[in-house]
């Protein structure tokens, strides 16, 4: 792990010590240091990405597919076709090849899907449900690829992280967590850990989708009382890519929460996320993201995600140009390499701008089972300091 902030003179630091050591190194207190920061802060957005899905495993196999993983699994889904009509192999993926007109070796499956889908408004009728068809099955081997989550997966890092970064005072906004990421990791440790979540879902069997939700709040109210407290346990959840549970209903526009639905309202990693993007539910959603990045007094972590979705990079550059109010900490394993590569120009930006001397920006390069252990638990920490100023209050009273 290493950090790379105003702090550390424009390098990359090393994180050596445990969070929990009585004299860290000084990668670990920068880390601690912004990482606090982040949780205290009036306004908290949380922006996760693929890399927060990477850290669970089953029977020694990881769960979440990554890109390649996704290219993998498709070519032998293409290979049973293959099997099961008697074809030779490799015989449907090298037509698919062919109708989307893609260059040799092509290993991007967004790069590939995108190709396709343009293909599909270029080719003759009988070629294009060809390759539409093609379109379908690498679909739904995303869409069994994501559908992982099942009741015996340990989820201790995500409930971890949420006690860290969900619980906080009534004085401040509810914390905001925006993800890219279809699957229920989040959903599943919110349940577990007692969290309410709001996530534009009224409570209830049949529920549809009404932004409204994200206007609403929990409270706790006393049979004995009439003031009514803030419950702490409870966080606003944005699915910006769609979730392997929604589903459109068939003959209106309502969007319903269905689990284990065939037909799963996803944005797949294809050129046209971008517009699909401004449609609904998800434009209700971006558009909450991109006025909260801007309001004063807002941090902004962002874990796991690689800057590689334009229209969700696009709008944070802007924020960071034009709101002195937000910070910014970015989380990723692979922050070193990329940004000595230098080909990621969103990073490269925030980059020249911390070692500029914008004390705004910071940059971990961890994973995300890595940082939670520096992140601290506020409300720990407040009922801590509590106990400790009853017990010297008690002393000065026996004096």
């Known amino acids: 792990m290493k950090i790379r902030s105003v702090q550390t003179s424009g390098v990359w630091v090393e994180i050596k010590e445990d969070p929990d050591a009585t004299t860290p190194d000084l990668g670990a207190s920068d880390a601690r240091r912004v990482l606090a920061s982040a949780v205290r802060s009036q306004h908290l957005a949380i922006l996760a990405g693929l890399g927060t899905s990477l850290c669970l495993f089953k029977d020694g196999e990881r769960l979440a597919p990554t890109m390649p993983d996704l290219l993998k699994r498709a070519k ?23 109708l989307a007109n893609l260059p040799p070796k092509s290993e991007d499956i967004e790069y590939i899907m995108s190709r396709a889908t343009v293909a599909i408004g270029f080719l003759a009728d009988a070629e294009a449900k060809r390759i539409e068809a093609y379109l379908t099955e690498a679909e739904g081997v995303i869409r069994k690829a994501v559908d992982f989550m099942v009741n015996d997966i340990e989820l201790t890092v995500h409930e971890s992280f949420l006690r860290r970064v969900a619980r906080r005072s009534a004085r401040r906004s509810r914390t905001k967590l925006f993800t890219t990421n279809y699957d229920l990791c989040f959903e599943m440790a919110a349940r577990r850990s007692g969290f309410v979540v709001i996530d534009g879902f009224a409570f209830g069997n049949d529920s549809r989708f009404d932004s409204a939700q994200f206007s609403y709040d929990v409270v706790r109210r006393s049979v004995t009382e009439e003031r009514s407290d803030y419950i702490e346990n409870l966080f606003h959840l944005y699915k910006l890519h769609g979730s392997i549970d929604w589903e459109r209903s068939e003959g209106n526009s309502f969007i319903a ?3 284990g639905t065939l037909k799963p309202l996803l944005i797949y990693p294809r050129s046209d996320k971008y517009e699909l993007a401004f449609s609904q539910p998800y434009i209700e959603m971006m558009g909450v993201f991109q006025s909260f990045i801007r309001v004063p007094s807002v941090t902004l972590l962002v874990i796991g995600f690689g800057f590689n979705d334009k229209h969700i990079a696009e709008p944070i550059l802007a924020a960071i140009r034009g709101n002195l ?21 969103y990073l490269n930006e925030l980059l020249q701008l911390a070692d500029g001397g914008d004390g705004r920006i910071a940059l971990i390069a961890a994973k995300f089972e890595e940082i939670v252990s520096f992140i601290p638990d506020v409300v720990s920490e407040t009922e801590l300091e509590r106990h400790n100023q009853r017990l010297r209050n008690l002393g000065k009273a026996n004096v």
């Open 257 to 259: 929460k269905k689990p």
């Open 76 to 98: 032998e889904r293409f290979a049973e076709i293959d099997k099961s009509e008697g074809k030779p192999d490799g015989h449907y993926w090298a037509d698919f090849e062919k």
């Open 325 to 345: 109010g937000l910070d910014i900490v970015i989380i990723s394993p692979d922050l070193e390499k990329t940004a000595a590569e230098g080909e990621n120009k």
